[in-house]
């Protein structure tokens, strides 16, 4: 089945403690691109990737890391995670840039 | 400022009716925009693409208009049923240089009423 996982699902951590999302599509995809999703500011894109080892910061950037060393992972790293990083994160991914993305299913991140 | 703009009030409407949703840009050249639906505790699920060379795309009940003048994308649902409603996203792609940016609005919620 083509799908966009993200692990893990729900995340309850401290400030400063680092934390790794994964993110893995088996679709063979180049695109794939990590939001977040406030309440009252809806989606907001922090990083992206147009392929293996090409990264590019989305709107909200500061704060994260992302690496794209294959082309099916492309996970999202919180160096030091702040409060005001609780949100719920997206992964998601495309043939193109312009083609069908596929979320995945959210990470919910509270950080305390 | 660069905004994208949905509206922020829910829409309500009776089970069989055209639902229309709106959403607004300033200050962006489009590439191309896209419509989602999300349902709660769920991704984003793709629904439709129009590219700024074209004037409206269909997919069973669902068209999507864009005016580039206007600087605005109508949803429309025809013949709506209660499995409609949801969250609807616009995302617009800027169309500047090589970039993979997808700028998305806060969405509307649709209620369908049987």
């Known amino acids: 089945e083509a799908q966009v996982t993200q692990n893990p699902r729900y995340l309850i951590t401290v400030t400063g403690k680092k934390l790794t999302v994964t993110c893995s599509q088996n679709?063979?995809?180049?695109?794939m691109s990590w939001y977040r999703q406030d309440p009252g500011l809806g989606l907001r894109q922090i990083y992206y990737?147009?392929?293996?080892?090409?990264?590019d910061k989305g709107d909200v950037p500061e704060g994260y890391k992302v690496s794209r060393k294959e082309k099916r992972n492309f996970p999202l790293i919180l160096e030091s995670p702040s409060p005001n990083q609780t949100s719920l994160y997206f992964c998601a991914s495309s043939n193109t840039m312009s083609e069908t993305q596929y979320f995945g299913p959210g990470t919910r991140l509270l950080v305390l | 400022s660069q905004k994208i703009e949905q509206n922020s009030e829910a829409l309500n409407i009776q089970e069989g009716k055209t639902a229309t949703l709106t959403c607004n840009y300033t200050?962006?050249?489009?590439?191309?925009l896209q419509w989602y639906r999300q349902d709660p505790g769920r991704g984003p699920v793709f629904l439709l693409l129009?590219?700024?060379?074209?004037k409206e795309k269909r997919k069973e009940r669902l068209k999507v208009t864009f005016d580039t003048t206007l600087k605005q994308s109508l949803f429309h649902i025809t013949a709506s049923q209660p499995a409609d409603s949801a969250t609807y996203l616009c995302a617009l792609a800027p169309r500047s240089g090589n970039t993979g940016k997808l700028i998305f609005g806060q969405g509307t919620t649709l209620q369908v009423k049987p």
């Open positions: 679709m063979n995809h180049e695109y």
């Open positions: 200050n962006y050249s489009p590439a191309y």
């Open positions: 129009i590219r700024e060379n074209e």
């Open positions: 990737s147009m392929n293996v080892e090409v990264t």
